[in-house]
């Protein structure tokens, strides 16, 4: 099984362009996540979608807009990236909607904003 | 904000020792987890301890929870080379957050 499936692996970006990070799960999972890990801070929660057409705003929302597409794919924009964006971006499933009990992570993209 | 801190931030163990590590959380809580985390990996799901629980093992994890001193303890015995990793615990805020620790670095020497 492939998991939790994140693209692009790594990405470089100008102050000011855009992008999607995209994110796709096959284990029919009901909640999925956006975080960034920073060092130092560990894991935050940008964006929660406990189901298809729903989303919530996590910790550190500001700067990103997201996209449940359909139940496997979870999509993360940046409209205008800025150098403070600049970190590693984790999307995680979990087959509860509620507390999460166990988390599946894709394998993460690293975006450098310069 | 962080609801949970590991200590120390990195620990370094010759290989066959144990590693321990800790969290401390601020507020109280359903669960806790933790989780492994392997260099430019994403983080693996190793055990989960409820409330009402004060020990669970798993394999060679051992996790301790004192709830009365909002804490954990994760123990790794016989440490091998691939146990090398961030460790990260993550307690549950309210219906949707799971709060993570800034993690603690473990490298066992062969």
């Known amino acids: 099984n492939a998991g939790v499936t994140q693209t692009p692996k790594f990405q470089v970006l100008k102050t000011g362009q855009s992008m999607t990070l995209q994110c796709a799960q096959d284990?029919?999972?009901?909640?999925m996540y956006w975080y960034r890990q920073d060092p130092g801070m560990g894991l935050r929660l940008i964006y929660y979608?406990?189901?298809?057409?729903?989303?919530d705003k996590g910790e550190v929302p500001n700067g990103y807009n997201v996209s449940r597409l359909n139940k496997r794919e979870f999509s993360l924009r940046l409209e205008s990236a800025a150098p403070s964006q600049t970190s590693v971006y984790f999307c995680?499933?979990?087959?509860?909607?509620?507390?999460?009990?166990?988390?599946?992570f894709g394998s993460g993209t690293q975006l450098s904003v310069l | 904000s962080q609801q949970g801190e590991e200590d120390p931030q990195a620990l370094s163990i010759q290989e066959g020792e144990n590693a321990t590590m800790n969290c401390s959380y601020k507020?109280?809580?359903?669960?806790l987890q933790w989780y492994r985390q392997n260099s430019g990996r994403g983080l693996v799901h190793l055990i989960l301890?409820?409330?009402?629980?004060r020990e669970k093992h798993s394999g060679r994890l051992r996790v301790t929870l004192d709830t009365s001193k909002k804490s954990s303890s994760l123990l790794i015995t016989a440490s091998r080379a691939a146990d090398t990793a961030s460790y990260f615990c993550?307690?549950?805020?309210?219906?949707?957050?799971?709060?993570f620790g800034a993690g603690t670095t473990v490298t066992v020497r062969a």
């Open positions: 301890i409820r409330s009402n629980e």
């Open positions: 993550a307690t549950d805020r309210d219906d949707y957050k799971l709060s």
């Open positions: 979608s406990a189901s298809e057409g729903t989303t």
């Open positions: 284990m029919n999972h009901n909640s």
């Open positions: 507020t109280s809580i359903n669960n």
């Open positions: 995680a499933s979990s087959d509860l909607t509620g507390v999460p009990e166990k988390l599946f």
